[in-house]
């Protein structure tokens, strides 16, 4: 087309003139108090920050790289550490996401490409209530009617799997009277009830991304003769990849950082085990809740301390979450 | 002729739907899991009790239902009936333990707040005395109160901010976002620590009901203010350019434009946002101190709220105490099933639009 091609360059050589755009009176009132509510935002957020590292700091100094492998928090004796800690939080918190992966990939499927329309915004409701459910309502449940129940669930499974170093438990399983409370406060019952917690988060944005899986790919799997199953596989899950790890690491970030369900469940004990069965651990949450109380100067220092490690593992994985959910290929424009 | 006369017989194939066989099929497999499961469970199985046998009898279900679908159907069909099961499965799980949740808390509430003295009184009562007397009034004021401060401080700052960083942006605005999005990650007892360390012992204050506000809503102001942001930044950019494109200026087109646009959806996130911060405990737990008695005062003396009442109690071996904070619980659940509502009404103003 030669008369285009003229076309086009006369409009090449066509500049935009130079536009400026003053701004009005109100539109620059405007703009200085937004940036006021953001500046101001940003202080209050970064001064926390910065106050939790500087009150933190003693602990550090006075512990060094002691404080993370030190296993007694005791101080009497002045010696805090956060290793029996660390290890109950993580212990917990991915037990939590063992049990809410599965459950919340499957309910997220199933109300994204199972559910009959109308039954939809219903049961997304329910996600979100579930997620606004408070958490001493949680420990409540777990404390006073899943814990009795489990003590006879986590007996089975010492019986069965006793010989997995995880599963076992101190005391004999076939004991005519059998050791209930060796059971009970267990990181099994409280990762359970975490569990129960942090699942609608990942649901949620599972949930979100297998929505934004393009209606066109759906229908080309369906029309080659792709069962519903068959469908999801090829073309709902890998789309929704992003969205399944990112919303698991979110969920996992929170799972972290749950205190009163777990404080109502486990027993304080200050020891590295993985023994996931038996009754007492601690959560980083749990030994701030406990003890602030009875804290003072060096001591708060330390449960700051702890407190900013756990923030800097949640912080860790929610930026990650962020960067695998937004990277993925979910959003992109495939629509046919 | 003839043949064109024949072809009416034809029927046209149901497409939509379950056939007879998708329909008798698992019914068929479950009831047969069921009859095994009877005859088997307890004779041959190391296992006993109710939840045993029905895990045992799903088992058995899943594999009966392969196998029947494997009869009359190629593997790929197999294969999706069961993921069909396993997925449904799932719903059903989460869906019944979110009910199992509520209802247990309102059933081991209900003799607790079938008393309207639950309402009207606070815990001058002893811990001994009976469920006539007693009740969670100084809780309900103490959620009211925190609450509201709560929101009084976090819902201008937590939009202004939103606002900020949708409408006006820059690199100022990229680096509130990064670092709001870092404080989203602060787990809630920290937030109480940082109040109790940096207000309480600080300025050598007795813990009380303003400084639970503070921590709550050191908590909520991210949570708010992200989410109002995502809310804001789907407001479809086309409408803030017509608004500019007529004529409009930056703060009428975000007055007259945007704000209007996302109003039911802000509503939603900022109510939900709200029953976070009704329903944590963790930052009040360090910050409010507990008491048995009324005090809407948030500036002298300590100041307990539902969950910090329900937290308590459920501490304490005294059976009664415990169906206190079950009624607690519960009527922390119905104010935050409220709020959901309340949501929920937003939602659907949205939708209506």
Same mark, same amino acid.
């Given at each position: 087309?030669?008369?285009?091609?003229?076309?086009?360059?006369?409009?090449?050589?066509?500049?935009?003139?130079?536009?400026?755009?003053?701004?009005?009176?109100?539109?620059?009132?405007?703009?200085?108090? #937004?940036?006021?509510?953001?500046?101001?935002?940003?202080?209050?957020?970064?001064?926390?920050?910065?106050?939790?590292?500087?009150?933190?700091?003693?602990?550090?100094?006075?512990?060094?790289?002691?404080?993370?492998?030190?296993?007694?928090?005791?101080?009497?004796?002045?010696?805090?550490?956060?290793?029996?800690?660390?290890?109950?939080?993580?212990?917990?918190?991915?037990?939590?996401?063992?049990?809410?992966?599965?459950?919340?990939?499957?309910?997220?499927?199933?109300?994204?490409?199972?559910?009959?329309?109308?039954?939809?915004?219903?049961?997304?409701?329910?996600?979100?209530?579930?997620?606004?459910?408070?958490?001493?309502?949680?420990?409540?449940?777990?404390?006073?009617?899943?814990?009795?129940?489990?003590?006879?669930?986590?007996?089975?499974?010492?019986?069965?799997?006793?010989?997995?170093?995880?599963?076992?438990?101190?005391?004999?399983?076939?004991?005519?009277?059998?050791?209930?409370?060796?059971?009970?406060?267990?990181?099994?019952?409280?990762?359970?009830? =975490?569990?129960?917690?942090?699942?609608?988060?990942?649901?949620?944005?599972?949930?979100? =991304?297998?929505?934004?899986?393009?209606?066109?790919?759906?229908?080309? #799997?369906?029309?080659?003769? #792709?069962?519903?199953?068959?469908? =999801?596989?090829?073309?709902?899950?890998?789309?929704?990849?992003?969205?399944?790890?990112?919303?698991?690491?979110?969920?996992?970030?929170?799972?972290?950082?749950?205190?009163?369900? =777990?404080?109502?469940?486990?027993?304080?004990?200050?020891?590295?085990?993985?023994?996931?069965?038996?009754?007492?651990?601690?959560?980083?949450?749990?030994?701030?809740?406990?003890?602030?109380?009875?804290?003072?100067?060096?001591?708060?220092?330390?449960?700051?301390?702890?407190?900013?490690?756990?923030?800097?593992?949640?912080?860790?994985?929610?930026?990650?979450?962020?960067?695998?959910?937004?990277?993925?290929?979910?959003?992109?424009?495939?629509?046919? | 002729?003839?043949?064109?006369?024949?072809?009416?017989?034809?029927?046209?194939?149901?497409?939509?739907?379950?056939?007879?066989?998708?329909?008798?099929?698992?019914?068929?497999?479950?009831?047969?899991?069921?009859?095994?499961?009877?005859?088997?469970?307890?004779?041959?199985?190391?296992?006993?009790?109710?939840? /045993?046998?029905?895990?045992?009898?799903?088992?058995?279900?899943?594999?009966?239902?392969?196998?029947?679908?494997?009869?009359?159907?190629?593997?790929?069909?197999?294969?999706?009936?069961?993921?069909? +099961?396993?997925?449904?499965?799932?719903?059903?799980?989460?869906?019944?333990?979110?009910?199992?949740?509520? /209802?247990?808390?309102?059933?081991?509430?209900?003799?607790?707040?079938?008393?309207?003295? @639950?309402?009207?009184?606070?815990?001058?009562?002893?811990?001994?005395?009976?469920?006539?007397?007693?009740?969670?009034?100084?809780? @309900?004021?103490?959620?009211?109160?925190?609450?509201?401060?709560?929101?009084?401080?976090?819902?201008?700052?937590?939009?202004?901010?939103?606002?900020?960083?949708?409408?006006?942006?820059?690199?100022?605005?990229?680096?509130?976002?990064?670092?709001?999005?870092?404080?989203?990650?602060?787990?809630?007892?920290?937030? /109480?620590?940082?109040?109790?360390?940096?207000?309480?012992?600080?300025?050598?204050?007795?813990?009380?009901?303003?400084?639970?506000?503070?921590?709550?809503?050191?908590?909520?102001?991210?949570?708010?203010?992200?989410?109002?942001?995502?809310?804001?930044?789907?407001?479809?950019?086309?409408?803030?350019?017509? *608004?500019?494109?007529?004529?409009?200026?930056?703060?009428?087109?975000?007055?007259?434009?945007?704000?209007?646009?996302?109003?039911?959806?802000?509503?939603?996130?900022?109510?939900?946002?709200?029953?976070? /911060?009704?329903?944590?405990?963790?930052?009040?737990?360090?910050?409010?101190?507990?008491?048995?008695?009324?005090?809407?005062?948030?500036?002298?003396?300590?100041?307990?709220?539902?969950?910090?009442?329900?937290?308590?109690?459920?501490? *304490?071996?005294?059976?009664?105490?415990?169906?206190?904070?079950?009624?607690?619980?519960?009527?922390?659940?119905?104010?935050?099933?409220? +709020?959901?509502?309340?949501?929920?009404?937003?939602?659907?103003?949205?939708?209506?639009?």
């Amino acid at each position: 087309m030669p008369s285009g091609k003229a076309h086009v360059t006369t409009v090449e050589n066509d500049r935009p003139r130079r536009l400026r755009v003053g701004r009005t009176t109100g539109d620059r009132v405007f703009r200085g108090t #937004a940036r006021g509510f953001g500046v101001l935002v940003l202080l209050i957020m970064g001064g926390i920050g910065i106050f939790l590292a500087v009150e933190a700091a003693p602990a550090f100094g006075e512990f060094g790289w002691g404080f993370f492998t030190t296993v007694e928090w005791n101080p009497e004796s002045g010696a805090l550490g956060i290793a029996a800690v660390l290890v109950g939080t993580l212990t917990v918190a991915t037990l939590a996401m063992v049990v809410a992966f599965p459950l919340a990939l499957g309910t997220a499927l199933y109300i994204s490409q199972y559910a009959a329309p109308k039954a939809k915004r219903w049961l997304i409701a329910m996600v979100d209530l579930m997620a606004s459910v408070p958490s001493v309502i949680y420990g409540l449940f777990g404390a006073y009617l899943l814990q009795p129940e489990m003590v006879y669930v986590s007996r089975w499974l010492h019986d069965m799997l006793g010989f997995i170093p995880v599963f076992q438990v101190d005391t004999d399983p076939d004991a005519a009277v059998f050791a209930q409370s060796r059971y009970t406060a267990s990181a099994l019952i409280a990762a359970l009830v =975490v569990a129960m917690m942090v699942l609608p988060y990942a649901c949620m944005v599972m949930r979100e =991304v297998f929505d934004q899986a393009p209606q066109g790919e759906r229908e080309a #799997a369906y029309a080659l003769g #792709a069962t519903r199953w068959g469908m =999801v596989r090829a073309v709902v899950l890998p789309f929704g990849r992003g969205g399944i790890v990112g919303g698991t690491m979110l969920a996992l970030g929170r799972a972290l950082g749950e205190t009163i369900a =777990v404080v109502l469940i486990i027993a304080p004990l200050f020891e590295i085990k993985v023994r996931i069965l038996e009754n007492g651990t601690i959560t980083i949450p749990s030994l701030i809740a406990t003890r602030y109380g009875e804290s003072v100067g060096i001591q708060l220092a330390a449960l700051l301390a702890a407190g900013l490690v756990l923030f800097v593992i949640t912080l860790v994985t929610n930026s990650i979450a962020a960067v695998i959910v937004t990277r993925g290929r979910s959003g992109a424009d495939t629509e046919i | 002729m003839t043949a064109v006369l024949k072809t009416p017989q034809e029927t046209k194939r149901n497409l939509h739907g379950r056939t007879v066989d998708d329909r008798v099929a698992p019914l068929g497999a479950a009831l047969g899991a069921l009859a095994l499961m009877s005859l088997l469970y307890d004779r041959l199985l190391p296992l006993s009790g109710s939840l /045993g046998f029905v895990v045992c009898w799903y088992v058995t279900f899943v594999v009966l239902y392969a196998l029947v679908s494997a009869y009359r159907h190629p593997a790929p069909a197999v294969t999706d009936r069961v993921a069909g +099961v396993l997925i449904r499965t799932c719903a059903l799980v989460v869906g019944g333990s979110l009910a199992l949740v509520i /209802g247990y808390v309102f059933v081991r509430g209900a003799p607790a707040i079938i008393h309207p003295n @639950i309402f009207t009184e606070d815990m001058t009562a002893g811990p001994h005395d009976p469920l006539t007397t007693g009740g969670v009034l100084h809780g @309900i004021v103490g959620t009211a109160v925190q609450i509201g401060i709560a929101i009084t401080i976090t819902l201008p700052l937590g939009i202004g901010c939103a606002v900020f960083m949708t409408e006006v942006g820059g690199t100022l605005a990229r680096l509130v976002r990064t670092v709001v999005e870092a404080m989203t990650a602060l787990p809630s007892i920290v937030c /109480g620590l940082f109040v109790y360390i940096a207000f309480l012992l600080t300025f050598d204050v007795q813990r009380n009901g303003f400084a639970a506000s503070l921590a709550i809503s050191v908590m909520m102001l991210p949570i708010i203010a992200r989410s109002a942001e995502v809310v804001l930044r789907v407001v479809p950019n086309g409408l803030r350019e017509a *608004s500019l494109a007529l004529g409009a200026s930056q703060w009428q087109t975000v007055r007259k434009v945007v704000l209007p646009t996302a109003r039911p959806a802000l509503a939603t996130a900022m109510v939900l946002g709200v029953a976070r /911060g009704i329903g944590e405990t963790s930052p009040v737990l360090i910050t409010a101190g507990y008491t048995t008695f009324l005090n809407a005062n948030p500036f002298e003396g300590p100041m307990v709220s539902l969950p910090l009442f329900a937290y308590t109690n459920a501490r *304490s071996p005294e059976p009664l105490l415990q169906t206190r904070a079950f009624g607690a619980a519960a009527v922390l659940m119905v104010l935050v099933l409220l +709020v959901f509502l309340l949501a929920r009404l937003a939602a659907a103003g949205r939708r209506r639009s």
